[in-house]
């Protein structure tokens, strides 16, 4: 299978450790996983994701991302309705900032490397767990039943670099591996 590519902006992975534990047929994501996506490339192949880092090296050159403080909020099922892939935090604060930032860059971004736009409006989220493969309709439930019981209120980040991920090379414990990473120009 061709691994996939996509941008995010990496995210201190410290408050997994207080979550409570997940149902059995779930994994936290690996604390080099967490992330805000800017834009998913999916399966595209090295070359034509490197095509787009050069696209957001010039794109940060004439419009540079500043720095995003953000806070995370309610855990929701992403994904299909029926069989959802992962479990994720929406944005209590910076919602709108970072869904304008992924506006302005997303499409430059997949059109570079994939010739394709997502059509969809803009939803920055954090991944915190994803059901396993096997996971049953009874395990998807217990994922919504945990995630209601999850309270973020209290998490807040500041997005200061963008990077370029993949695939890990194992995929065991720790997901995606960052190819390359920009800083973001601060506020201050």
Same mark, same amino acid.
């Given at each position: 299978?061709?691994?996939?590519?996509?941008?995010?902006f990496p995210i201190d992975d410290a408050f997994l450790l207080e979550l409570p534990p997940?149902?059995? &047929?779930?994994?936290?994501?690996?604390?080099?996983? $967490?992330?805000?996506?800017?834009?998913?490339?999916?399966?595209?192949?090295?070359?034509?994701?490197?095509?787009?880092?050069? *696209?957001?090296?010039?794109?940060?050159?004439?419009?540079?991302i500043r720095t995003m403080d953000i806070a995370l909020g309610e855990v929701v099922a992403?994904?299909?309705?029926?069989?959802?892939?992962?479990?994720?935090?929406?944005?209590?604060?910076?919602?709108?900032?970072?869904? &304008?930032? $992924?506006?302005?860059?997303?499409? $430059?971004?997949?059109?570079?490397?994939?010739?394709?736009?997502?059509?969809?409006?803009?939803?920055?989220? $954090?991944?915190?767990?994803?059901?396993?493969?096997?996971?049953?309709? *009874?395990?998807?439930?217990?994922?919504?039943?945990?995630?209601?019981? %999850?309270?973020?209120?209290? %998490?807040? *980040?500041?997005?200061?670099?963008?990077?370029?991920?993949?695939?890990?090379?194992?995929? %065991?414990?720790?997901?995606f591996r960052i190819v390359a990473e920009r800083r973001l120009v601060s506020r201050r």
């Open positions: 299978m061709r691994p996939n590519w996509f941008f995010g997940l149902p059995k &047929s779930f994994h936290h994501f690996h604390e080099h996983d $967490v992330h805000m996506t800017l834009a998913f490339l999916g399966g595209c192949g090295e070359e034509a994701a490197m095509r787009a880092l050069s *696209a957001l090296d010039e794109r940060l050159a004439r419009e540079p992403m994904g299909s309705p029926r069989r959802y892939t992962a479990l994720s935090a929406l944005l209590a604060q910076g919602r709108e900032e970072a869904a &304008s930032c $992924v506006t302005a860059y997303r499409d $430059v971004l997949t059109e570079t490397a994939a010739g394709r736009r997502d059509e969809r409006p803009a939803k920055p989220h $954090v991944t915190i767990a994803r059901p396993r493969r096997r996971a049953t309709d *009874a395990d998807r439930e217990a994922g919504l039943e945990w995630a209601a019981t %999850v309270d973020l209120r209290s %998490v807040s *980040a500041t997005l200061d670099r963008v990077a370029l991920y993949t695939w890990s090379e194992k995929r %065991v414990d720790q997901m």
